[in-house]
């Protein structure tokens, strides 16, 4: 349903977003999770056709959102983060409005207006002033509108960001049963809010996706996540590997089967790997002395810049007000 | 095609829901009525509207901007533009709905000024010809003081410059004729076929609102030509598409 191939999105020469590939499927339902100025807002822009990705594609619904934009757009329900909506309407004829501008004629808005204003329980807003509305209530109008044309796709952005507490929990509850009939990604940056209402997280960072897992499979890689990058010329494999992952602090030991890596051991005759570490426990010296022992030539002994586990550092782990 | 007429409807309810609608109105029909007067209460003037043409063309440099000033400018401000810009609407929907109200809004204020028309057939004889084409070349160039004013109002968040860059280049194209009458050939030629408006004689009470040169004022004289109408249909072509073009490198930032 969507489909993001090395799409790279670029401010000024200042990448906001990097070679970013990854594919929902239908009916699936993703957390994109990042800290602030991560790149989540830009990825959602680009596959909502709002900014075209300065590289790469994106298809939505299968659509292509740059060349079959139109098509693409109809097929998506969108909530911006700054949930824009215009304040001197009430919600129904702001809810008709969006609804004339999705393409839908008067009958099907007619029908389905009162039964979106149901879902999103604003029963008794329905002829309030959008302007009127609290913060969590205008939140929810911004939901109606995005679910309003029976979009394949929903891509809600940062959807409990600065509601209070209770409000937050209601709308998580409306966002868990909208996952039931739509394909879904939601951003945000609290890692429990994610975890309870996805099957799938991806992580983003600076940028670049960094994990793409099961949230409680995250959480256990958060636990050992030192990850180094060992590169050794004149030993073999099985052996190196071997040792590796009878080193005690040593979690996973195994090729480093990315394309830039593989194309410099093929140039220079070397054997690449991906050690993964239990965090503060010297790892780098205990394999620099294993290597020299076994008479090994060290090419390259490097921990990883950023571990998931500092990523996540940077990520809400606290139920706090976001 | 008919996202325009949903984004037009939407604009001119809007519009007439606010104060701002009524003020505007009203300091139009005054303005002119003002210049209306004095061009007729001289008991030796003759029965026309050119005292109500000069004060319209006049008044517009600042109406035109004023109403089209919030127009682009709040749907960025509030991020709404995020959401017309992701629903399967085009630009240029946008553009001509956003348009189309102000349009219909300053043609309800023409209809209410028939009453200036209206008492000079009850109090006099006036020539019909120069209403018409006077009242045609009115609806033209509200047009494309509006399509200048809109694309000012794309340019940025701010409504208040987006009312001081229309007024500006309104005003620009109002009094180019101070630069063209000091520049000679075909510079002058140029300055001069870019001239919006009308030069109007307001010192003189004999020729009160008699225009003099621009665009305007073979359509005040009741002279129809066909180069005025091009000009005014041009230029509120250019700045519609000019603003299309600025919607759509606000995608690019
Ligand atoms: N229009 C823009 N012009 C220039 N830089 C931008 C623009 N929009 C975003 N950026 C930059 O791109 C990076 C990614 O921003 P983005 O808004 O996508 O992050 P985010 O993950 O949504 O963050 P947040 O949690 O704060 O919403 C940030 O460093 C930001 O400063
Ligand atoms: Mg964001």
Redesign the interface.
Known sequence: MIKLEHMSKY?GPYPAVLDVSFEVLKGEIVGFLGPNGAGKTTTM?VL?????PTRGDAVVAGYNIVSHS??A??H?G?L?E????????TVTDYLK??G????MNRSWINERVPKVIDTVRLNDYRDALVGKLSKGFRQRTGIA?AILHEPDVLILDEPTIGIDPIQVVETRELISELGEDHTLLLSSHILPEVSMICRRVLVIHDGRIVADDRPNNLSERLQHSERIELTIRGAEPRAVIGEMRDLPMVVDARRDNRAESVARAERDGTLPLIVDARPNAQATEVIANKVIEQGWGLVNLTPLPLTLEEIFLELTTEEDLG | MRFIWYIANKEVRTYFASPMAYVVSAAFLAITGFFFVASVSDAFSEASIRGFLAGAVFFMIFMSPAITMRLLAEEQKIGTLELLLTSPVREFEIVLGKFLSAFITVLAMLVLSLYFVILLFVYGIPDVGPILTGYLGLVLYAAATLAIGLFASALSPNQIVGLVVGAGLLTGLTIIDFVSDRVTGITSEILDALQLGASFSVFDLDSFGVAESGHFADFARGILSVGDVVYYLSITAVFLMLTVIALETRRWR
């Open positions: 401010y822009r909502t056709g709002y900014t075209p139109l098509d757009r109809r998506i969108y911006p700054t949930v824009p909506l215009y304040l001197d309407m409005y969006m004339s501008l999705r393409g509108q």
